[in-house]
Nanobody
């Protein structure tokens, strides 16, 4: 949507690492939650992970069970960038990855995992993991 842009996708082999970047140009990017989702043909858009806004007293980071322990989300507020570091990649991680930004504060942890809770979306970046 212009104000949210992902980059860093590519073709890698199983076991390799990739780091995706998401850059935002609006106040919402730093104030509200930023989520990562992925989608493959025939499947609904799937939650990957999310990080709370910088105004939170305590930073909150959440991950799906399928990536927990392998992926890490971090935020560089000064550069308006959120990173998704992906390690030990598997063929089942192959998907188009999307970055999304909320338009409001979240009051419970369930909201971080639902795509319908996010307002601004990037164009997606493709990640392909081969065996």
């Amino acid at each position: 949507q212009g104000q949210v842009v992902e980059s860093g996708g590519g073709l890698v082999q199983a076991g390799d690492s990739l780091t995706l970047s998401c850059t935002g140009s609006t106040r919402a990017f730093t104030e509200f939650a930023v989520g990562w989702f992925r989608q493959t043909p025939g499947k609904a858009r799937e939650f990957v992970g999310a990080i709370s806004g910088t105004s939170a007293i305590t930073a909150y980071v959440d991950y799906s069970n399928s990536v927990k322990g392998r992926f890490t989300i971090s935020r560089d507020a000064a550069e308006n960038t959120v990173y998704l570091q992906m390690n030990s990649l598997k063929p089942e991680d192959t998907a188009v990855y999307y970055c999304a930004v909320s338009g409001n504060y979240f009051s419970n942890v369930m909201q971080y995992t639902r795509s319908s809770e996010y307002t601004y979306w990037g164009q997606g970046t493709r990640v392909t993991v081969s065996s």
